[in-house]
């Protein structure tokens, strides 16, 4: 890699930091690493990339695991979340429920309407 390409990786992984979960076109994959596919230390090297990220934005947590998700046009990373993150909305429950129910769901973290959701099912 680089230094452009390097800085491009860079700026997609401090995305990732903000936004929980990011695609990254093949294309740009291989451009950047310059080949295609991609082998284990090119994985490897977005793991390190992604670690010194984290740590370089000065965040308190451990640096969480990145999941992959090998798509035809794009590779998805999502990272686990945080404490400080937003929690997740369950969208089928969103989809479904009434603009009364719909805010009392958005202030409750996923885990606990789901757990409330399982409750009521039992």
């Given at each position: 890699m680089n230094?452009?390409?390097l800085n491009e990786l860079r700026d997609a992984l401090s995305a990732l930091r903000t936004d929980i979960a990011i695609a990254l076109p093949w294309e740009?994959?291989?451009r950047?690493?310059?080949i295609a596919p991609l082998d284990q230390e090119h994985y490897s090297e977005i793991n390190r990339q992604w670690s010194q990220t984290w740590h370089q934005a000065g965040k308190?947590?451990?640096?969480p695991t990145v999941y992959l998700?090998?798509?035809v046009e794009k590779l998805t990373l999502v990272r686990e979340t945080t404490p400080n993150d937003p929690p997740a909305i369950d969208l089928q429950v969103?989809?479904?429920a009434t603009l009364d129910k719909k805010?009392?769901?958005v202030s409750?973290?996923?885990s606990q309407s789901k757990r409330s959701k399982m409750q009521r099912e039992t």
């Open positions: 230094e452009h390409t740009a994959l291989h950047w690493f310059g308190n947590h451990p640096v998700y090998h798509g969103l989809a479904c805010e009392r769901l409750r973290p996923f």
